[in-house]
């Protein structure tokens, strides 16, 4: 079956302009964890929904970081007046209700200029 | 505060022979361990799990040992092959499902041919 879909694969932004990032999980999943991985590093937790509401925000790094699951399903990651600090891949995972297991997406390549 | 660490920054080994890839936690909360596989420009891909209430789990040529008293865990490849070549993540979570990944820094492996 289909695998976490992640959009765009690249991004490339302007410091101080807005992004937004755009996971579709596996169907049937109800955990959705969003992640950022900078390079040399492993990934770094930001936020994990169950269905729809947000469960663990505590990895957002500020409050230009916000992310969304309105229906349960896809998710999108929104981050305002971007700093070149937010270039990043940022990693999309989902998984199935009591399994620990979380199965990646292919990340979208944030930079920003 | 680095929760999870992997020392070695790269392996390499010869076709043929054992890969042992290892990893350190220091929160003593953790008690789901997994380990993922990541090629370039794709997003971490699941390998193999184990619980805190085994010492050792295997599937095919991939088996995971855990040490909990030294809060160590090491992966073991045998026999190592040239796919086999990526950077792997050691991962831990807190609870039993639906909890944050927290992540090592990756260990590069190289199988020469």
């Known amino acids: 079956g289909a695998g976490v879909s992640q959009t765009p694969s690249n991004k490339v932004t302007e410091k101080g302009k807005y992004v937004e990032l755009r996971c579709d999980p596996i169907s049937g999943h109800t955990a959705l964890y969003w992640y950022r991985q900078s390079l040399g590093q492993g990934p770094e937790f930001l936020i994990y929904f169950q269905g729809t509401g947000a469960a663990d925000d505590s990895g957002l790094p500020n409050d230009r970081f916000f992310a969304v699951r309105p229906e349960g399903s896809v998710s999108t990651l929104k981050i305002q007046r971007t700093e070149r600090g937010d270039s990043a891949v940022y990693l999309c995972a989902s998984s199935q209700l009591g399994q620990d297991e979380q199965y990646f997406g292919p990340g979208t390549r944030l930079t920003v200029t | 505060d680095q929760q999870v660490k992997q020392n070695s920054p790269s392996l390499s080994v010869q076709e043929g022979r054992i890969s042992i890839l290892n990893c350190d936690y220091t929160n003593s909360m953790f008690d789901y361990f997994l380990w993922y596989k990541k090629y370039p420009a794709e997003g971490p891909t699941f390998l193999i799990s184990?619980?805190?209430?085994?010492d050792k789990n295997e599937d095919g040529r991939f088996t995971v040992f855990l040490n909990k008293s030294a809060k160590h865990l090491s992966l073991h490849i045998v026999p190592s092959q040239p796919g086999d070549s990526a950077v792997y993540f050691c991962?831990?979570?807190?609870?039993?499902?639906?909890?944050?990944?927290?992540f090592g820094e990756g260990t590069q492996l190289t199988v020469n041919p």
């Open positions: 184990i619980s805190s209430i085994k």
């Open positions: 991962a831990a979570s807190g609870e039993t499902s639906g909890s944050r990944l927290t």
